[in-house]
């Protein structure tokens, strides 16, 4: 199994990255997929999900009007469209799959990426 995330770099307040989440080795379409963030010194925070089918998505409120989750069944890919960046938003982005979704959505995650780097810089 592996998550391969991309897409990261260095970016100036109020600019856009998009990330993507390559998945192998598992069945991709039975699986909802998440985005997370942690900081230096904070501990992983969920970001964003979207269901197996891609019709149901969940963002946390600091991110909710600015990201945009989707997923890509026939490719196994998941991205993440981050827009209007903060300083806030600098983290490394992981991205993980559940195969059974918390009702919150926020647990049940199995596999992980291991992560790429977001910079927002002032």
């Known amino acids: 199994v592996q998550l391969v995330e991309s897409g990261g770099g260095l970016v100036m307040t109020g600019g856009s990255l998009n990330l993507s989440c390559a998945a192998s080795?598992?069945?991709?379409?039975?699986?909802?997929m998440g985005w997370f963030r942690q900081a230096p010194g904070k501990e992983r925070e969920f970001v964003a999900v979207?269901?197996?089918?891609?019709?149901?998505?969940k963002y946390s409120a600091s991110v909710e009007g600015r990201f945009t989750v989707s997923r890509d069944n026939a490719k196994n890919i998941t991205t993440l469209q981050m827009n209007s960046l903060k300083a806030e938003d600098t983290a490394v982005y992981f991205c993980?799959?559940?195969?059974?979704?918390?009702?919150?959505?926020?647990?049940?995650?199995?596999?992980w990426g291991r992560g790429t780097q977001v910079t927002v810089s002032s």
């Open positions: 979207v269901t197996w089918s891609g019709q149901l998505t």
């Open positions: 080795g598992f069945t991709f379409s039975n699986y909802g």
């Open positions: 993980a799959a559940a195969a059974t979704l918390s009702v919150d959505y926020l647990r049940g995650y199995i596999y």
